[in-house]
Protein backbone atom coordinates (compact mmCIF):
# COMPACT_ATOMS: atom_id res chain seq x y z
CA UNK A 1 0.00 0.00 0.00
CA UNK A 2 1.33 3.49 -1.18
CA UNK A 3 1.06 6.06 1.58
CA UNK A 4 1.32 9.84 0.30
CA UNK A 5 1.60 12.90 2.92
CA UNK A 6 1.68 16.46 1.15
CA UNK A 7 3.00 19.73 2.76
CA UNK A 8 3.61 23.19 1.33
CA UNK A 9 0.34 24.72 1.04
CA UNK A 10 -0.23 28.48 2.30
CA UNK A 11 -1.34 31.57 1.03
CA UNK A 12 0.33 33.66 -1.62
CA UNK A 13 -0.32 37.06 -3.78
CA UNK A 14 -1.66 36.22 -7.27
CA UNK A 15 1.74 36.29 -9.10
CA UNK A 16 3.82 34.55 -6.63
CA UNK A 17 5.18 30.75 -5.81
CA UNK A 18 4.95 27.67 -3.91
CA UNK A 19 6.16 24.65 -4.30
CA UNK A 20 4.10 21.36 -2.76
CA UNK A 21 5.77 18.88 -1.32
CA UNK A 22 4.49 14.84 -0.97
CA UNK A 23 6.27 12.16 0.75
CA UNK A 24 5.66 9.23 -0.79
CA UNK A 25 6.16 5.28 1.28
CA UNK A 26 5.13 1.79 1.19
CA UNK A 27 4.65 -0.20 -2.44
CA UNK A 28 1.97 -1.16 -4.74
CA UNK A 29 2.40 -3.02 -8.11
CA UNK A 30 -0.26 -1.05 -9.64
CA UNK A 31 0.97 2.06 -8.79
CA UNK A 32 3.72 3.53 -11.62
CA UNK A 33 2.38 6.71 -11.62
CA UNK A 34 2.45 9.76 -9.71
CA UNK A 35 0.54 13.20 -9.86
CA UNK A 36 -1.00 16.38 -8.83
CA UNK A 37 -5.17 16.58 -8.06
CA UNK A 38 -6.66 19.63 -7.11
CA UNK A 39 -10.66 20.93 -6.16
CA UNK A 40 -11.28 24.44 -5.57
CA UNK A 41 -14.97 24.49 -3.50
CA UNK A 42 -17.89 23.51 -5.59
CA UNK A 43 -16.54 22.30 -8.30
CA UNK A 44 -14.74 19.05 -9.65
CA UNK A 45 -11.73 17.01 -8.50
CA UNK A 46 -9.39 18.40 -11.46
CA UNK A 47 -5.78 16.48 -12.38
CA UNK A 48 -3.15 19.11 -13.42
CA UNK A 49 0.39 17.40 -13.60
CA UNK A 50 1.44 13.39 -13.60
CA UNK A 51 5.26 11.81 -13.83
CA UNK A 52 5.18 7.99 -14.88
CA UNK A 53 7.40 5.62 -14.20
CA UNK A 54 9.80 6.22 -17.49
CA UNK A 55 9.70 9.65 -17.36
CA UNK A 56 6.69 11.10 -19.32
CA UNK A 57 5.33 14.20 -17.71
CA UNK A 58 1.77 15.59 -18.53
CA UNK A 59 0.08 19.09 -17.65
CA UNK A 60 -3.39 20.07 -17.92
CA UNK A 61 -3.83 23.09 -20.10
CA UNK A 62 -4.62 24.84 -16.87
CA UNK A 63 -1.27 24.77 -15.29
CA UNK A 64 1.27 24.57 -18.51
CA UNK A 65 4.11 26.18 -18.37
CA UNK A 66 3.27 28.15 -14.67
CA UNK A 67 3.70 24.73 -12.99
CA UNK A 68 6.93 21.72 -12.55
CA UNK A 69 6.42 18.24 -11.52
CA UNK A 70 9.57 16.63 -10.42
CA UNK A 71 10.51 13.88 -8.09
CA UNK A 72 13.40 13.30 -6.07
CA UNK A 73 14.01 9.41 -6.03
CA UNK A 74 16.34 9.04 -3.24
CA UNK A 75 13.97 10.91 -0.88
CA UNK A 76 11.06 9.67 -2.57
CA UNK A 77 9.32 12.62 -2.71
CA UNK A 78 7.14 14.29 -5.20
CA UNK A 79 7.42 18.28 -5.61
CA UNK A 80 5.05 20.47 -7.48
CA UNK A 81 6.48 23.68 -7.95
CA UNK A 82 4.13 26.46 -9.10
CA UNK A 83 4.97 30.02 -10.36
CA UNK A 84 3.00 33.02 -11.38
CA UNK A 85 0.02 31.95 -9.33
CA UNK A 86 -3.45 32.94 -9.83
CA UNK A 87 -6.60 33.16 -8.16
CA UNK A 88 -8.18 30.53 -9.78
CA UNK A 89 -5.77 28.18 -8.83
CA UNK A 90 -7.00 28.34 -5.34
CA UNK A 91 -7.36 24.66 -4.62
CA UNK A 92 -7.05 21.82 -1.95
CA UNK A 93 -4.25 20.21 -4.06
CA UNK A 94 -3.95 16.39 -3.53
CA UNK A 95 -0.90 14.05 -4.33
CA UNK A 96 -2.11 10.89 -5.57
CA UNK A 97 -0.35 7.77 -6.94
CA UNK A 98 -2.21 5.59 -9.66
CA UNK A 99 -1.77 3.25 -12.85
CA UNK A 100 -1.07 4.80 -16.15
CA UNK A 101 -4.67 5.72 -16.86
CA UNK A 102 -3.74 9.04 -13.75
CA UNK A 103 -1.71 10.16 -16.94
CA UNK A 104 -4.48 9.95 -19.50
CA UNK A 105 -7.46 11.45 -17.05
CA UNK A 106 -4.98 14.51 -16.81
CA UNK A 107 -4.45 14.36 -20.66
CA UNK A 108 -8.14 14.18 -20.88
CA UNK A 109 -7.91 10.88 -22.76
CA UNK A 110 -9.81 9.39 -20.56
CA UNK A 111 -12.77 10.44 -17.85
CA UNK A 112 -14.26 9.13 -15.13
CA UNK A 113 -18.26 10.02 -14.36
CA UNK A 114 -18.77 11.78 -11.34
CA UNK A 115 -14.76 11.23 -10.69
CA UNK A 116 -15.23 8.07 -9.00
CA UNK A 117 -11.39 7.34 -9.76
CA UNK A 118 -10.20 3.51 -9.58
CA UNK A 119 -10.43 2.40 -5.67
CA UNK A 120 -6.23 1.56 -6.74
CA UNK A 121 -5.44 4.98 -6.69
CA UNK A 122 -3.60 6.52 -3.31
CA UNK A 123 -4.14 9.94 -2.01
CA UNK A 124 -3.02 12.13 0.82
CA UNK A 125 -5.08 14.03 2.53
CA UNK A 126 -4.59 17.21 0.78
CA UNK A 127 -3.00 20.94 1.48
CA UNK A 128 -4.61 24.06 0.95
CA UNK A 129 -3.47 26.60 -1.19
CA UNK A 130 -5.05 29.90 -1.35
CA UNK A 131 -3.79 32.57 -3.60
CA UNK A 132 -5.14 36.55 -2.80
CA UNK A 133 -5.82 39.38 -5.76
Known amino acids: QVRLVESGGGSVQAGGSLRLSCQVSGYSASTTCFGWFRQAPGKEREGIAS???????TYAKSVQGRFTITKDHAENTLYLQMNNLKVEDTAMYYC???????????????????????????WGQGTQVTVAS
Open 51 to 57: LDSDGTI
Open 96 to 122: VGGDTTLTMVIAGIVEYPDRKFPATWS
